[in-house]
């Protein structure tokens, strides 16, 4: 599933195209993507000017001129193009097709139906169902090593699933959480409340350093996941430990003979992949 680098990699393709445009005209082919599409969904769209694009967690938000906003979820094998050839045929998993005024054509396509769109009111977004209970974003001002350790006091569970829990911070995945772990120092199986203090200011730093660098070589390439311009991303190419089990780890002395490298185990039936001697 797409994680934040990749979402904000989406958004910040789609805003060229996008922002400041009127929808003239919103295809619907289909009544349903993971759940039913609102009511009256192309409708509602179609002569309205697309504010402005951003994400929170991830989740891609479009604000509209009339106060709504659309709410769009990659899902699983979800993206969003913009056509090189608006005239072509539409692909069997087209679902949604944004034609704005100035003649470009975004296709929202998803072969396993797993993304959704939703339209809520602006305001209040934030109580909404979908955003109620989220933790602060990792790249934002209000995500440190402090309020990172009042997020994990008192949890005992490890430090891997923690992170994974939307409630601590938004929009963190298997792949990103692990390499941030790796950054860390810390080792998945810790007690997550047991992050405190410097461990708690490491792990936030090198949170905000692995998404940093995530976003800007456009995200990781993992299945179906592409940017808007239909390229792929490229931070696989710097994964540290993420699949790359019996590998050596890269910036410690430990040799796949002595210790058998990077290791893989499973947590909430996910894979963690971590270097045992570097991280504690």
């Excluded at 680098?5 to 789609?14: A, D, H, I, K, Q």
Aim: with cysteine; hydrophobic share 40%; charged share 25%.
């Amino acid at each position: 599933m797409p994680e934040l680098p990749e979402v904000e990699t989406v958004c910040r393709g789609l805003r060229p195209w996008l922002e400041g445009r009127r929808l003239a005209s919103v295809i619907q082919r289909r009544p349903d993507l993971r759940w039913p599409l609102p009511e009256n969904f192309a409708q509602r769209l179609e002569g309205r000017m697309i504010v402005r694009i951003d994400r929170r967690a991830k989740y891609m938000l479009a604000h509209l001129d009339d106060g709504w906003v659309l709410l769009m979820h990659l899902g699983m094998s979800g993206r969003m193009a913009v056509a090189a050839d608006p005239d072509a045929p539409f692909e069997p998993h087209d679902h949604v097709v944004f034609l704005t005024d100035e003649g470009c054509q975004v296709r929202f396509n998803d072969p396993r139906r797993f993304g959704f769109m939703d339209l809520l009111p602006a305001e209040g977004i934030e109580t909404s169902a979908h955003f109620r209970g989220l933790g602060p974003e990792p790249l934002g001002n209000a995500f440190n090593g402090p309020e990172l350790a009042a997020r994990l006091a008192g949890r005992r569970t490890p430090i891997k699933a923690a992170l994974l829990d939307q409630k601590t911070v938004a929009g963190l995945g298997n792949i990103y959480v692990c390499e941030a772990l790796y950054v860390a120092g810390l080792s998945p199986k810790r007690q997550a409340h047991t992050v405190q203090g410097k461990r708690a200011e490491r792990l936030a730093a090198a949170t905000r350093s692995v998404l940093t660098r995530a976003i800007a070589a456009g995200g990781s390439s993992l299945r179906d996941y592409r940017q808007a311009s239909g390229e792929l991303g490229y931070f696989q190419h710097d994964w540290a430990v993420y699949d790359k089990e019996g590998q050596p780890c890269p910036d410690c002395d430990c040799t796949v003979a002595a210790t058998g490298g990077i290791q893989r185990l499973v947590q909430a039936n996910r894979s963690t992949f971590y270097c045992p001697r570097r991280q504690r």
